[in-house]
């Protein structure tokens, strides 16, 4: 027999770690069965709690995160935040230690989100920034500030984000005063390359030479710019050294310098997943990594069993509660079957995708309906349709009524989920011991 | 190996996100702009219908499955490759140069060299080389070291034949059987019943295509077991050590063995570079398949040896004798010595 473990979490994003720290801190043993890979790859690195309210003609821009709580409840009064507002801040906080285990520190207060200029030429407000982003606030910005990108680069022009910048600031932060002034640097190792992506900066930078080359390029710009206050360059500053790097480049060249937001599929988004695998190994929250739940059925002794394929190998494991965190169409927690969706590992129906869902417009007023498609829950994030209503919990992009790309609302949702799913598991675990 | 089905049905959810060439090593190695064709290969996935377009970089692969644990959707990337390479070959559209290779193979040549010959026996443990094993002779003296110290008796496997792992991967699937029936007649010859191998790559085959009449045993579980059963004995004596994780021992299957052994003998836990366990890197060869393109294979290793050079261990121990091969020019040039784990434990008596 297999060992009996107390709560079983599938998926290891932003939920599922969550989920287990959660469960943990209620004292039971966990462990995560995670394929590996899933959304958090697929996002910015930072941790939104609520950045727009989606409306019929246009999306508010949230500043105050309490005021922006309220718009959105007071326009769709189902929400999942109309339950998950008040797990919210333990929720962050759970997930936090995880990622300060893991190596990575967030600024931000929950309350008003930060103005981060981005990767595509506008401004990213977001609640947690990690420490890289710190120096890119634009809420506090002020006189000028050169933004380099680097030859060969096609993932970030600086003349076209800084003219956007410039025009769009006060926009996003009506105190904003900057003059962001774009270059092109190029570095004596990369001359010879025409074409340079983010990952090829990133390794570099995480090389000693890399970074000498790249502050002594900033240096000299600097220099010959004169009156510079603040330096902003694209989110290739290192995959494991960013923290380093960038309290070097400040050292050596005395002006702050920071990354700009990154947009999907980021090197960013790989230093979070790193973080949260590091953390969790860290806080001692055991993974079983490479592997693909499948099935989850309920043994006669009334306990669960997962089902889950590993190295080409299909394997069980027992829980006596389990939290589904496997994310929604992207991580694989849902998928179509034609125009059927279904969660797989619970083989749960969620009903059909309709024409009415799909908007062709791709960024229509008010999102995207089939964004919002997911398992409806309990208040205490039992999954309560199926066979397994109210008997296994779900949290994250699983669950169903919120569009996190309109309301950038992700993290937000997934942890203050994460946190409640994992600790009323742990207590459903306890409960049932006897 | 996956058929069309099986990949046109996963191969459907790529989201073309490109994290699959952020990682691949052979990109990396080569840089983005001079290998532009690699946006093809998921291009190519995507529209399913241009497999053929990319055989240059099917061929390039060198199967490390960096690109699978990185996709977020799960589409079997490197399978999809090794399809393609099985499709060349149906279709006969192979690159240039890469036919001599897989023939020496297919007649039961060594494809790295040409190794000296080895007397013929008969015992209940045989040991399959592999090819880099055939060339290794430190790694054969310190194999026969320690079967002396156990009093064990041994032979080494003669006229054996690839393992399969090179002709499966390299797109060969006909000629499989054929080198899995010679391999099975040594293991008759030799009167074997447990078939250890040094190499990770042919414990990848033995694992997928041999008949289960055998035990088969990676030398680091083989070693293990021996200290284990006390058979023979080594105290904490070794000096901390490097660990390189065969990506066929840590990510394709569950073998600890040779970090366990590194903890025994020396106390303290393997130093690991970032990239180790499931998500190890590559050593560049690729258990042959570096060989199609050697300076690609060169850049690879090359990439992998200064993470390893950085840990700043004289010496680093890894757990298969194909990647030591692959391993040992690029480690040489920074002064860093690498041995197989059969080696280290060796050391120890």
Known sequence: MNKMIDVIVIGSGIAGVTAAKAAADEQVSVEIITKGAGATMMGSGALDILGAVPGEEKNTTVNDIKEGMELLL???????????KDSLENGIKALREVCRAGGMEFTGDGVTNAVIPNILGTFKNTAYIPSYNKYADAAKAAGKILVAGF????????????????????????????????????????????????AELAAFFDTREGMEELAAALDDMKNIMGGIQGILIPPVLGYRKYAQ?????????????GEIAAGGHSVSAQRLAAALEKGLENKGLEAVNQAKAVEIRKTEED??????????????????????????????????????????????PLGRITPEMVNKKAFPGGGQLFGKVGIRVYDDMAVAQGCFSGQIFACGDLIEGYDWVYERSGSGVAAASGYLAGKNAANMAKGSEH | MKDFNDIYYNSVECVRCSLCLDRCPAVRAAGTDKAPMYSSVYSALGSRFDLEMVTEEAFQCIDCYECESACPVNVPIADTMAYI?????????????????????????????TPSKLPEGKAEIAVFLGYAGELDEE?????????RAAGISYTFLTDTADSGYFLDRSGQSEGIQKAVETN??????????????????????????????YTYLHMSEFLSELLTEGKIKAAECMKPAAYHAAHMLTRKNDVKAPEELILWLSGQKAVQPERTGYRTSSSGLGGGLG???????????????????????????????????????????????????????????
Request: aromatic residues 12%; glycine residues 6%; charged residues 25%.
């Open chain 1, 303 to 348: 306990v669960f069993c997962i089902v889950y394929e590993q190295q080409g190998k299909t394997k069980e494991a027992y829980a006596r509660s389990v939290v589904l965190a496997a994310g929604g169409f992207i991580g694989g927690g849902i998928t179509s079957y034609r125009e059927d969706l279904f969660i797989p590992v619970i083989n749960e």
């Open chain 2, 291 to 349: 060989l199609f393109y050697p300076e690609l294979a060169a850049a690879v290793s090359e990439r992998r040896a200064r993470e390893l050079a950085e840990l700043g261990c004289g010496t680093v121990v890894t757990g298969c004798v194909f990647e030591k091969y692959a391993l040992k020019e690029a480690l040489r040039e920074k002064e860093v010595e690498i041995i197989d784990i059969t080696e280290y434990v060796a050391q120890a008596l």
């Open chain 1, 245 to 257: 790097n960038m309290e070097l480049l400040y050292e050596t060249l005395g002006i702050p310098v």
């Open chain 1, 151 to 198: 030859r060969g680069h096609t993932e970030f022009y600086p003349e076209y984000a800084c003219r956007s910048y410039n025009t769009y600031q006060r926009q996003f932060a009506p105190d904003a005063d900057a003059v962001y002034i774009a270059t092109t640097l190029e570095l004596p190792s990369l001359a010879d390359r025409e074409r340079i992506t983010n």
């Open chain 2, 85 to 113: 390479r099985r499709l060349c070959k149906e279709k006969n559209t192979v690159p240039d140069g890469v036919e001599s290779i897989v023939q020496k193979a297919e007649n039961g040549e060594n494809i790295l060299g």
């Open chain 2, 139 to 147: 790694m054969q003296r310190a194999f026969d070291k320690i079967c």
């Open chain 2, 184 to 213: 099975v007649k040594a293991f008759e010859r030799a009167q074997a019943k447990v078939i250890v191998t040094p190499c990770s790559y042919s414990f990848e085959a033995f694992r997928n295509y041999y008949p289960e009449t």
């Open chain 1, 74 to 84: 007071d326009k769709n009064p189902r929400h999942p935040y109309a339950v998950l």
